[in-house]
Each structure stands twice: as structure tokens, then as C-alpha cells.
């Protein structure tokens, strides 16, 4: 791929479906056409370009590039589905549904699913364990206090109707949030558990949840409340830096997100962050090699 100087000379690039198709599957394949359903690589395309057929006996299926994509069965055209994820993959804040419906000219709802499927691709398959030197910190977000009718207010602490979130970034390194569902010592130390190498030097605040993870890390803590925000190496600006960015996505573009909804917003942040060190092309390059997965608008509005 050519490199895009603007978004404009991507549009152009990408402005019709086989264009976008054929990008989509260099990228899922690599070269190497393989059947969505067995993996077998015994495959033919078939004349009208857009089909395989599998030919191994047992299975003898046929597919396009978007079966077992989060794009499989999608009515919305190619082209402005790659717009919407050049814009995803790459603006700092990501894009309030109402916007990407204005500028595909679709409908709300259809901009609403396709922001949250393009968040699934924006979602790191492989868990990640950090190491080396590595800052901890939790935020809250979510619903404002100041939204509720004054006299429900005095029922809510400064949290209580937010949700947390934990998140673990390496010094120059590579950064992972994790919803925790409620806001005891064993929910923090098993996301640090979970997320972390063990012996890695860990950095927190002075949160007593913490504590006790000194045997299997070693833990430097920061005082904020004397005043303490950077003892040499021992800071935690770099998590600080990054739950700025999550909650200028979240407060500035979407205002508010729901807890069910909560993880992908954070993975979507977490994408951009970890890839910050390349170019757009290749950022966006990456989100549709991740094409594969599943989840449908009956998943999305479930009530749980
Ligand atoms: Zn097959």
C-alpha cells in the first residue's frame, strides 16, 4: 500500500468496493487463501472474483473475504467501512456516532453498531503481560454525579455510580486496561496479577490495595496525597497521561458510555496508544488484519 498523506488521498484510493476488497484480503491472508471454515488452503476463487470455493471433500463450502469477519453479513459498503476505520485506527478521540453518520450519510444506528464493531477490531486478540518497569493506576468512569436530581444525589460517594477501570503501561512500552467489577483489594491485585510478569519493578500510587504484591513485584509507591508525584524513576505520569487521553474519547466525543460498553472504548484508546509509534497507514493497515471475529446488534443491546 502506498502511503496516504491525507484522508482524502485515502478515500481516493480506497473508493470502490473491489479496491477495499482486495486490501481486505492481503491483509486476512497474507497471499495464502484459506477456507473461513476448515483452514484448508485447497481453495479456488471463483469467476465472478468475489467467491471462493473450498475444495477439500468433507466441506466444499463457499465464502467471501468477510465470512468470520466482524464485517460478515454487512449491508454497509466497503468503502465506508474502511473510511470509518482510517478515522477510528487513527483520530486521538475516535468519533461520536452521530458524526460518522453525517459523514457516511447512514442512519444513527448503523453508525452506533459499525463504531462498536470496528472497536472489536481494534481489540488485541492476544492477552499481553507487561514487564520490566511497569505503572498501575485505576480510574473511574462513567455517569456524573452532578447529572442526578439533587436530592438522589446525597445517596452517591464521588464513585459510586462509575465504573472502574485498571490499567497497567510499561515505561515506553505498551499499555492494557481492564474493567474491574468492583472495587476491592482482591479484584486490583488480580488484574495486576493477570497483566503483569512477575519480578517486573511495579509503580503505584499510595492505594492500600496494593499492598501485599511486594513479595512477587517490586513496589514503589508514589504519595500524591503529601505532595509526592515524582521520586526518580518512581512516577506514574506515563498511566496518568494515558487515562487523560481515554477520558478526552469518552467526555469529549461520546459524553457518556455505558459500564456493558465500557471495555471496548478502553480497548479502542489502548489501540491508538500502543501504535502511536507508526504511521497512520499502518495503524489503520493493522485494525483490518485484525478483521476477524464476531458480534452482532443482538449482542450489543442485550440487557444485562
Ligand atoms: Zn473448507
Known sequence: MKPFNSLLQFQAHFNTEEKCREFLEHQRWNGTLACCFCGSLHVTRLKNGRRFQCNEKECRKQFSVTVGTIAENTKIPLTKWFLAMYILSNHSKGISSLQLASWLGVTQKTAWFLNHRIREMLTEKEPKVLRGLVEVDETYVGGKISN????????????????????????????????????????????????????????????????????EYQHAKVNHSSGQYVIGAAHTNTIEGFWSLLKRQINGIHHYVSPKHLQRYCHEASFRYNQKKITQDERFANAVSNCEGHLTYKTLTKQI
Not at 168 to 189: C, Y
Open 148 to 215: 442526578k436530581h439533587v436530592s438522589k444525589r446525597k445517596h452517591f460517594g464521588r464513585n459510586d455510580n462509575k465504573t472502574m477501570v485498571f490499567g497497567a503501561v510499561e515505561r515506553e512500552g505498551q499499555v492494557i486496561t481492564q474493567i474491574v467489577p468492583d472495587t476491592t483489594k482482591e479484584s486490583l491485585i488480580n488484574a495486576v496479577n493477570e497483566n503483569i510478569e512477575k519480578g517486573s519493578v511495579m509503580v503505584s500510587d499510595e492505594n492500600p490495595s496494593y499492598k501485599g504484591l511486594s513479595k
